[in-house]
Structure formats: C-alpha cells, structure tokens
C-alpha cells in the first residue's frame, strides 16, 4: 500500500521549492526581464544615456534584409544539426545494442565525445579541415577540390553543421540505446519468427516504440542547435565568410558585444525567445500526436 506525504502547514513545501524558486527567477526570469526592458530602450555605447523609443528596435531588426539571411540561416542549420545527428546516434544505437563483441567498450567510446566542451570539438574540426594545416582540408585541395571554408559560404556552413552534429551524437545515443533497450525482446523475436525482416522490424516496431524518445530528442536537439552551437561558429567561422554561418545566437552577440548595439541586440534576443518558444508550441501541439507512449 502506498502511503501518502501530507505537509502539516505550508511553511515546509515553500522552504522545499524555495532555492529552485530561486535559481529559476535568478538566472531565468531577472535576465529575460531584463531582456525585454532593454529592448523598449536605445543606449549609447558606454550605457551613460537611455531613451525609451518603444518598439522601434523591433522594427528596425525585422526590416533588415541581413536580419532575413541570419533567420534563413539559423533555419537551415538548427533542421540539418537535428536530423544529421539524431539520424547518426539512432544508427548507431541500434548497431550497439545487438549481441556483439566488446559492446560495453564501444558504448563508453560513444558516448565520451558529449564531455568535450563545443569550442574544443570546434578546434579538433578545424585542425581536421582547415584549408593549409588540416589532414583532410590538405587531401582535398591536393585531390583538386577547392576547399577553403574561410571564403566559400557553402563549405563553411556545411562545416559547422558537421562539427555540431557531431558534438550532440553522444547525447542522443544515450537516449536512443536506453529506448532501444525498454523494448522487450520477446516483441522483435515474434516478428521475426513471423517472417519480418530486419528493415520492417524497425519502421513496424522498433520507430513506433521509440517515437517518445525521438519526440523528445527533437526538441532538445533544436533548441541546442539554437543556443548551444555559438561556441562551434565563433571557434570555427566566427560567423563567416560574410553572413553565411551567422545564426540568430551569434548575430546577437555581434550586434550587443562588437558593435555594442544594445536595443537591438536585447530587441534579437526576444525575438529568438519568442521563436523558440512558438517552435516547441508548434512541436508538441502537432507532432506528439504521432507519438506513441
């Protein structure tokens, strides 16, 4: 029998809630406050004048046509970082989880990449591309395929997107593996006594099952590609060449810490929370609906 907590009072439960309360509204709601106030403003440089000029930097932002390229931008590389690196865990995961030798070792290897810091994972991406110093960069250009990141806006992106991808594999192959292994064997061992091969199996049983899983995986992987990745472009491109690598997260810092456009930078900063929170609206409003728990 299950045995019920009941708080004698209110003073407990509040001194229990109290420091993620305090966490939350520290680090969350004072600096989205924060945000927002600033955004309504225009500062000089040195912050020593203010004027409230309403949503004029709202405005301005939306009516850039470089504002237009960096949202494109982001768009293109938050759906190629998800799906690159959900799709290269999820294979692997289900290549892990079989009866295979050394498959702890292979697991822990998997899984060791998460540890490495974005900027670090963008360093060891650029000594392996880079046009004059990279093992591959080299074999590329000696193979007479222009590469050179630093001036081509496709190569660049194409980049960024790999070494992101990359750092995020480790996360999802945790997820997936321990979805993978949720499933009870007597299912899969049915269907294939059944007559079903390996490739129906999966898209028949094994998807359907893990679907939770992969809902689940898709939020966090867009939202890291949002916000996380800053580290990879500014180590690897800086947002280079031109605007081709610049994404919304990043455009934000050029206008707020290099050109020490606050309003702006504060007006983008809103603007990409706005997005981000319409985006997971969207995504358990319609897509969980094909999930299957």
Do not use: C
């Amino acid at each position: 029998m299950q045995k019920k907590v009941i708080f004698r009072g209110v003073a407990l439960p509040v001194a229990l809630l109290l420091p993620q309360l305090l966490i939350t509204g520290i680090f969350f709601f004072w600096p989205a406050g924060q945000a927002v106030w600033s955004s309504f403003l225009r500062e000089d440089a040195f912050g020593l004048s203010r004027e409230f000029v309403g949503l004029e930097n709202f405005v301005d932002v939306l009516t850039d046509p470089n504002y237009l390229t960096v949202v494109w931008n982001t768009a293109v590389f938050s759906a190629s970082v998800a799906v690159l690196a959900m799709a290269v865990a999820l294979f692997l995961a289900v290549q892990a989880d079989k009866a295979i030798r050394a498959a702890t070792a292979f697991k822990t290897l998997l899984i060791w990449p998460y540890a490495v810091a974005p900027a670090v994972a963008a360093v060891l991406w650029l000594f392996l591309f880079h046009p004059q110093i990279g093992i591959f960069g080299r074999m590329l250009n000696n193979a007479g395929i222009m590469w050179d990141y630093k001036i081509n806006g496709g190569q660049a992106m194409t980049l960024v997107i790999i070494a992101a991808a990359w750092k995020q594999v480790s996360y999802n192959f945790i997820f997936f593996l321990a979805g993978l292994q949720s499933i009870p064997k007597n299912v899969l061992e049915a269907a294939a006594i059944d007559g079903a091969r390996p490739l129906r199996r999966f898209w028949t049983i094994i998807f359907p099952l893990i679907s939770p899983t992969t809902f689940f995986l898709l939020v966090v992987n867009l939202v890291y590609a949002f916000f996380d990745t800053f580290g990879t472009i500014h180590a690897l491109t800086q947002g280079g060449p031109g605007l081709s690598t610049t994404t919304l997260i990043y455009k934000v810092y050029v206008d707020g810490v290099q050109n020490l456009n606050f309003g702006s930078s504060a007006a983008q900063s809103v603007i990409l929370m706005v997005l981000v929170m319409a985006m997971t609206a969207i995504q358990f409003r319609f897509i969980e609906r094909k999930v299957h728990y």
